[in-house]
């Protein structure tokens, strides 16, 4: 199969490749097209990026110069960064040191690969480093997931569609994922954000942290100790952001801020991963995977069970002497 085109796809300096009849929508919609934007003068990353895991070798001529942009498969044993240079445009600095030694195949009941990824948590939804493939076309990004996953179209214009999920799989290779990423230097709070991410796929998360107090950082079993020598404990889900009902500036929050010594955060992440990538969920308030194994070890460590409070506003922090009010979740002891 031999496919010409009638002119170079540059559009403001960069590829611009659009299924035959799309309108182009604007670049933060949340709707995705099939577009894909590279790097101009460079069509064989822009074949790259639309077939990443081709099973059909892929040459691209351009001004009489042939190269081979995809091999039949490659993907499966390619060296990592080569697989995501496929993917993305640009490579987050701190996943680039850790890549090589994080991705790993996903393979099913019948040692099939299914997928080929590290799991790296999503915290917007244009900092994506996931791609949902089918037939070894692109698809759609996916949320959670440094690499690729392979699905099924849904749409005809293939712009959206569902991944192969295997969950005996899933889970197996998201608890590979937490015990590699625990023997790394990855700052605690991005393994705090992975430890929600294995949880949600179902797998274990070992000794990863899940929550944290004036700066300290807990494992399960370092929580569970704590508990143990605790009566009370104010819990926050989520990041503490500047809002518009605080009595200080933007500025002000974001340099002054300082964290109320006693409170423990557990962090969350705003993106949901589904079978069905194309309904990711985006929401400030998705359920936290972390704070339902916290409230297990709650159950561990206070026998007799214990009360909940989050009917009143909790001093979060302070900025400059100004309090900073949010609603927190008071745990007692029974």
């Excluded at 917007?124 to 791609?131: D, F």
Aim: hydrophobic content about 40%; proline content about 5%; some cysteine.
């Amino acid at each position: 199969m031999e496919l010409k085109l009638l002119g170079k796809p540059i559009s403001r300096g960069l590829f611009e490749f659009l299924i035959d009849g799309a309108r182009p929508v604007e670049r933060d919609s949340f709707e995705a097209t099939f577009k894909v934007e590279v790097p101009a003068t460079n069509l064989t990353q822009l074949v790259k990026q639309l077939a990443p895991c081709s099973d059909t070798r892929i040459r691209v001529v351009e001004d009489g110069s042939t190269t081979i942009a995809v091999n039949p498969n490659d993907w499966i044993n390619c060296p990592p960064h080569d697989l995501l240079d496929r993917l993305i445009s640009v490579q987050p600095k701190l996943l680039q040191g850790y890549l090589s030694t994080l991705m790993r195949p996903i393979l099913n009941e019948r040692n099939e690969t299914i997928g080929r990824a590290a799991i790296w948590p999503t915290l917007s939804y244009t900092s994506q480093t996931g791609v949902l493939v089918a037939k070894g076309f692109r698809v759609q990004p996916i949320p959670h997931l440094a690499g690729v996953l392979m699905g099924e179209v849904e749409t005809a214009v293939r712009n959206s569609g569902n991944t192969l999920f295997d969950k005996v799989a899933f889970k197996a290779w998201a608890s590979e994922q937490a015990s590699l990423v625990l023997k790394t230097a990855i700052p605690d709070e991005t393994k705090a954000y992975i430890a929600e991410v294995v949880l949600e796929f179902g797998g274990s998360i070992g000794d990863l942290p899940i929550m944290q107090r004036n700066e300290e950082w807990f494992t399960l079993k370092e929580m569970r100790k704590k508990l143990r020598q605790l009566d009370n404990i104010v819990v926050y889900v989520g990041s503490i952001d500047h809002d518009d009902d605080d009595e200080v500036s933007t500025s002000s929050f974001e340099n002054s801020l300082e964290i109320n010594p006693q409170l423990f955060i557990i962090p969350t992440i705003s993106a949901s991963f589904t079978v069905d990538s194309s309904r990711s969920k985006w929401r400030r308030g998705r359920a936290s995977y972390l704070l339902q194994v916290f409230k297990l070890l709650l159950g561990d460590a206070w026998k007799k069970g214990w009360e909940e409070d989050d009917d009143e506003l909790t001093v979060v922090g302070d900025v400059n002497g100004t309090e900073i009010l949010r609603r927190a979740t008071t745990y007692s002891r029974r």
